[in-house]
């Protein structure tokens, strides 16, 4: 069985600029794709049934968003046939590395080629926007620049680099973030290209590290170390990460980690790893 892999984003800053009248936040982002996934393998079915096979715990089949993403495709394509999904889970769940998001994505890939669809890549888009601000950007297939409220997105060039990523053991909701009267919405929108890493910071880190005092300390070890080109959060959190120029200084880095805390080392991509897929 083939298998195809969802990989994590990191957002190395992300600022919020404002606000639209329903009340969702209007960002500014680097998304980063990282060689840190989740792998999925589909058999197509001649009935029109969606079946999970393989259980997320704590995620009921019917919320797990690459059942929510085919069945979404199956409606508005109005096809009839079905498929089985094995959903391999490596990503941490709710860290803000979006792997939820990813594995819709990598499904409304996989489906459009399966089911013979052939939609283009802006209405698969459009289709993953409704699942969710993250999927549209592993539809895209490149580390994008993204504005909205993650939807307009353009390619950005980023240089090689390696990530340790530290994942505190605590479970934020995105939305308590957003609604909280501590958060700063007025962030002035920058220009980008050129992008670098001082040029941004992570406007929910602040509202994050007051309610969870675990982020801080995890943040905190990571800005203690040396040779760090970048330390932020990623999206609503908890998840933290060191940007690193090479593989020796995370591996080296990731070495020194005192016992309790958790992550793994992973490299920046340049591209989707479905791209080429995709080209074929
Ligand atoms: C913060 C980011 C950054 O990449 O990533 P994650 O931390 O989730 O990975 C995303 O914008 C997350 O977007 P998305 O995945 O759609 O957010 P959800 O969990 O559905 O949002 C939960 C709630 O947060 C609020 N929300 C979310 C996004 C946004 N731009 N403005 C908001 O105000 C809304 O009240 C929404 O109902
Ligand atoms: N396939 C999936 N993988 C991860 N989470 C999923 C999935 N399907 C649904 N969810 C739900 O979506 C929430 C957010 O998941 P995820 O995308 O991993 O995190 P984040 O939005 O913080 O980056 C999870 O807490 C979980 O309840």
Known sequence: MQTFLAPAKLNLFLHVVGRREDGYHLLQTVFRLIDFADQLS???RDDSAIKLRTPTPGVPEENN?????????QQRSHINLGVEIFLEKHIPMGGGLGGGSSDAATTLLVLNRLWGLNWNRARLMEVGLELGADVPVFIYGENAFAEG??????????????????????HISTGQIFSSKELTRNTNPITIPPFSPWQGRNDLETVVCQMYPVVARYLQWLKQLNNTTL????????CVFAEFANERAAKYAFQQLPD???????????????QKFLEE
């Open 231 to 238: 330390v932020a959060m990623s999206g609503s959190g908890a």
């Open 65 to 73: 968003l690459c059942v929510r993403a085919a069945k979404l495709l």
């Open 149 to 170: 409220i993650g939807e307009k997105l353009s390619s950005i060039a980023l240089p090689p680099a390696w990530y340790l990523v530290l994942i505190p053991s605590v």
């Open 42 to 44: 589909f058999v197509l």
């Open 260 to 274: 309790g805390m958790s992550g793994f080392v992973a490299e920046g991509l340049s591209y989707h790893p479905l």
